[in-house]
Structures are given as structure tokens and as C-alpha cells.
């Protein structure tokens, strides 16, 4: 039996329903958060206008799964405070946008639409870092920007805001959801960029209409939400009685944070606990440098170990204290937190939600694209903490993890986008006096500036030396006693 078939009751009167969302990235993390605050929001409002077409950018597997189920899928929660299973029914419609990408543009063009949201990760933004502007040498960007139906998300939307603008279908809010600083100006930036390379006799009147007509604002979110397993699926189809291959793990925790800017209106998502406020920027670099720079820590840490989760990662002690060490020692100094944020529990509750073994949070997804997240989560400390007049050792211990994985891994299983330039700029000989300036002079990474500090550099080849000699234990050993 289908979930759709089960005669469980949708929170949400399904046929009353209306499409304000289109989401750009209908992955795990999507549908047990941004859906699960859509849904809660819609309930406590009583206002059906925010249902949700989701869209999924690489694979078409998800679009698959929940078009049968007419949309419905499940949230267990794992852990302490763990609520009861849930059946989510915020969204409406599921596209492949990969196969359908004149429906996404079509569904973002309708007048219908106020909200375009995005969880796409760093790499789906086809931006360069260094510069945090659109890569335009990228092929799918350049294909896009030819006039083929567009296939990146950026392509996607501003071909849906320049359908906007010539049927007049109103005013819109592009909403990015991923960890990026400044999000929202980031995202705002790429697609002036790709507006702006478009043919003159299409950008200029583009580019005035989104001055007028698309805000672009920044949004922090937070909730751990590893891949769904087959553990887990059976787990839920054993509670539900039936099968459901779009159900999602979740930890109990979630957050949003977000700046108050929707033109067009928006769900009233702060009474389903969302948090509106000026000062998003604060609550979003204390999530990168403390939450997220300590998860990819002990990603690269814990497969050194050969540790299979954060959760085996952060139980090893010495991997935990440098992990609290690289927060409070080096990360909050040059951070202003935001009011009401204590700095020294928020870095313990962060170890106490990777501690969760319910997750089984990989460390092998987690570590996932170091290229595009190691300079936002690590380096930004680094350059802090030497500015300060102080060693950045324990960033610098998580950095040279980075360096060691991706020396010890073929290209052809490294799960990053720029796997294949990566180990072009590696040498045969592979040593921490061969592989620490190698990485250090890739520039899709490291600046000029930062490559060139010889406090950096001595730094890593130190930790890299440790590992490549002495492994594990001697890295725990030096933790402790170094």
C-alpha cells in the first residue's frame, strides 16, 4: 500500500491548498525543515496559500518517490525529544528540474507564486568564492545564459523572473536557505550577474524590473538531517504500515532566522517558531564558524579514524576538545554574536546534537565538497585569528584533516566538484612538504594573502607531519599533551 492509500489523515486539507512556494533543491533537508515550518505555519494560520512545488536539481529520484504519494511524506525525529511521526503534506507538486526545466520556469513565472526558496549547497550557486560572483566560464551557466531551457538554479530563476516581468505577474521573494554568508546578497548578486550577461536587448529592462519587483533576503537555518537509510525506512514503515521511500530522519532541533522583506507576502512562519530579525548575518556566522566548521572538523578527523559518523567522531575525546577548542579559543574571539545567543553554550549544545547516535550523520557526506566549504567554514577563522596575533592550531588542525583526505583519495571517489583539478594540483610524492604549499597554492581555495603566512604554513605542515607519522593516536596524543 501507497501512503497516499493509507488512509492517514494529511495535517493540511490537501484540495484547499494553493502554490506560493516554488523550492529549488527538494533534498532531505528541505522537506524536514523548510516544509515542516511551512506545514506548521499554514496550521496555526489557518491560511492554505503556501503550499509548496518542489523542485530537485541533480536527480529526479525525489520527484519520483513523491509524485505517487501525491506528495505526502514523513518526518521521524531521532533523539532526545523526539516527537511522534509525522505525515507532511505541504507539498502540492514534485518536478525533476533537470527533465522539466521549462516547468520550473513556469511555475516560478505564474502570478500565483510570492516566495521562491533554495537549498541547493554552495556548489548548486556556480559561484566563484574568491570573488562571490557567478562563474560564467561555468558550461551549464553559459548554456543556460544561451538560451537552452535552464538546468542551474540560478539559470532557473531569473528566466522564471523575466517571464515575471513580461506577463506583469507581480513582485516575488527569492529566499536562499543555504550556508553561505550573506545569502541573501549572494544570491541577489548572481542573478543580476546572469541577468546582466544576457543579450542588451533583454538585460536592461531584466535588470530594472528586479530592482523593483525581487527582494533577496537573508535567512539562517539549522537542523540536522542525515540521508534517510534503509535502516530507516524500515523503521518507519514498521511505525506507519506502510512504505514510504521519501521519509526523512530529522534531529528534534530546528531553526530559522531570517530578514523580514517578502513583497509579496509570506506564511506567518514565526508562529511555528521561526525568528525574524535584523541581524541575520550574526546568527549566520556563528552557525558557520562554530556549528558547521567543527562538523566538517570532525568529518575529516573521524575518517582519518575510520570513523563512520560524526556522532563515533565526537566520542573520541581528544577530537572533542580540539573541536571545543577551535570554537571557544579561535572562532568566538572574533565573532559578535547575536543578542541573546550565549557563545560558550551554544558551542556545547553543538557537540551535544553531533553526539546524537540516532542520526548516523555520515562522515563521509558530512566531509562531502570540502573545496566549496572549507575557505567559508575554516579559512574565515584562520585570517581572524592571525589578524588577532594569535595561532590559528586547532582551524589549522581541521584544515590539514582537509589536506590529507584529499591527498589519500582517488579522484574518482573524492565527492567534490573540483575533485579532478584538486588532485591535478597534487604532486606523485605525496608528503606533508609536497602536499601543504600544493593546497595552499590552489587559488579556488586559499587566497594569495592567506597561502603566503608562514605562521599558517608551519602550522600545517606541523598537524600534516603528525598525522602522515604518527596516525590517530598520536594526533590524540598530540591534542592533549602538544
Not at 502540492?92 to 516547468?103: F, K, M, Q, T, Y
Not at 553526539?355 to 572549507?374: C, E, M, Y
Amino acid at each position: 500500500m501507497s501512503l497516499a492509500a493509507s488512509g492517514r489523515k494529511p495535517a493540511l486539507e490537501r484540495n484547499r491548498l494553493e502554490p506560493g512556494i516554488v523550492h529549488l533543491g527538494l533534498g532531505a533537508f528541505a522537506r524536514a525543515h523548510t516544509a515542516v515550518f511551512t506545514e506548521d505555519a499554514m496550521l496555526a494560520a489557518h491560511d492554505p496559500r503556501w503550499g509548496i512545488v518542489g523542485v530537485t536539481q541533480r536527480s529526479d529520484t525525489v520527484a519520483r518517490q513523491l509524485t505517487p504519494q501525491d506528495g505526502l511524506f514523513t518526518v521521524a525525529e531521532r533523539g532526545e525529544g523526539a516527537a511522534p511521526l509525522r505525515v507532511v503534506s505541504t507539498i502540492v507538486e514534485a518536478i525533476s528540474g533537470r527533465d522539466n526545466p521549462e516547468l520550473v520556469v513556469e511555475r516560478i513565472g505564474t502570478p500565483a507564486t510570492k516566495i521562491v526558496t533554495l537549498t541547493i549547497t554552495e556548489k548548486g550557486y556556480r559561484f566563484d568564492p574568491q570573488t562571490r560572483t557567478l562563474d560564467l566560464n561555468d558550461p551549464d551557466v553559459q548554456a543556460d545564459l544561451a538560451g537552452r531551457p535552464p538546468v542551474t538554479a540560478i539559470g532557473q530563476i531569473v528566466r522564471g523572473l523575466q517571464r515575471r516581468a513580461t506577463t506583469g505577474a507581480g513582485p516575488v521573494t527569492v529566499l536562499s536557505c543555504d550556508n553561505l554568508p550573506a545569502n541573501g546578497e549572494l544570491t541577489e548578486t548572481l542573478a543580476t550577474d546572469f541577468a546582466a550577461a544576457l543579450p542588451a536587448t533583454e538585460s536592461g529592462s531584466l535588470l530594472a524590473w528586479m530592482r523593483q519587483n525581487v527582494a533577496f533576503p537573508s535567512t539562517m537555518v539549522d537542523r540536522m538531517v542525515p540521508a534517510s537509510t534503509e535502516g530507516d525506512l524500515t523503521a518507519v514503515e514498521h511505525q506507519l504500515g506502510v512504505r514510504d521511500e521519501a521519509a526523512v530522519v530529522a534531529e528534534p532541533f530546528k531553526q530559522w532566522v531570517m530578514e523580514d522583506n517578502f513583497p509579496a507576502g509570506r506564511p506567518r512562519w514565526e508562529v511555528a517558531g521561526a525568528l525574524f530579525s535584523d541581524d541575520v548575518a550574526a546568527w549566520e556566522s556563528a552557525k558557520l564558524r562554530l556549528l558547521n566548521a567543527s562538523h566538517s572538523m570532525l568529518a575529516y578527523l573521524g575518517l582519518l579514524a575510520g570513523k563512520d559518523t560524526i556522532s563515533d567522531a565526537v566520542a573520541v575525546a581528544p577530537f572533542r576538545t580540539a573541536c571545543r577548542r577551535m570554537m571557544l579559543e579561535e572562532a568566538l574571539p572574533g565573532i559578535t554574536l547575536p543578542a541573546g545567543l550565549d557563545g560558550e553554550q551554544y558551542c556545547d549544545e553543538v557537540l551535544r546534537r553531533f553526539a546524537n547516535p540516532a542520526l548516523g550523520h555520515t562522515t563521509a557526506k558530512v566531509g562531502s565538497d570540502g573545496s566549496q566549504k572549507v575557505g567559508l567554514r575554516l579559512l574565515t577563522t584562520v585570517r581572524g585569528t592571525l589578524d588577532a596575533g594569535r595561532a590559528p592550531r586547532w582551524a589549522a588542525l581541521a584544515v590539514a584533516a582537509w589536506m590529507h583526505h584529499v591527498a589519500g583519495t582517488p579522484a574518482a571517489d573524492l565527492n567534490d566538484p573540483l575533485a579532478q583539478e584538486l588532485q591535478a594540483a597534487l604532486p606523485e610524492d605525496r608528503t606533508a612538504d609536497t602536499v601543504v604549499p600544493a593546497l595552499l597554492g590552489f587559488r579556488p581555495v586559499v587566497d594569495p594573502a592567506l597561502a603566503g603566512n608562514k605562521d599558517f604554513r608551519d602550522l600545517l605542515l606541523h598537524w600534516y607531519r603528525i598525522i602522515e607519522t604518527n596516525g590517530p593516536d598520536g594526533l590524540g596524543n598530540e591534542i592533549n599533551h602538544g
